[in-house]
């Protein structure tokens, strides 16, 4: 698939969960989740696009969705740290 066609899916979604809610608390709480991790994965697509002239490649998959969504900035910037000083 496309890259906007991919971000522009997610968008909606996020909007559309954000707009409408879930009733039910476990519902709201995934629906939470999946939202915190969408940004994630966005935030490291921008990361990848951005870092490319420094040589950064933060690879996008469930882990590193997963510590980006949940800690947010401070987690990516240690991805990123992580991938540029350790990794290499």
């Known amino acids: 698939m496309e890259p906007v066609m991919v971000i522009s899916i997610l968008g909606s979604a996020i909007l559309l969960l954000l707009l409408i809610g879930a009733p039910l608390k476990p519902l709201r709480w995934t629906g939470q989740l999946l939202i915190r ?48 000083f350790i990794v290499g």
């Not at 510590?67 to 540029?84: N, R, T, V, W």
């Open 37 to 84: 991790l969408s940004i994630g994965a966005l935030l490291l697509f921008f990361l990848n696009t951005a870092g490319a002239s420094y040589d950064i490649h933060v690879p996008i998959n469930a882990a590193t969705v997963f510590i980006s969504g949940l800690l947010g900035l401070p987690g990516l910037a240690s991805l990123a740290a992580i991938q540029y």
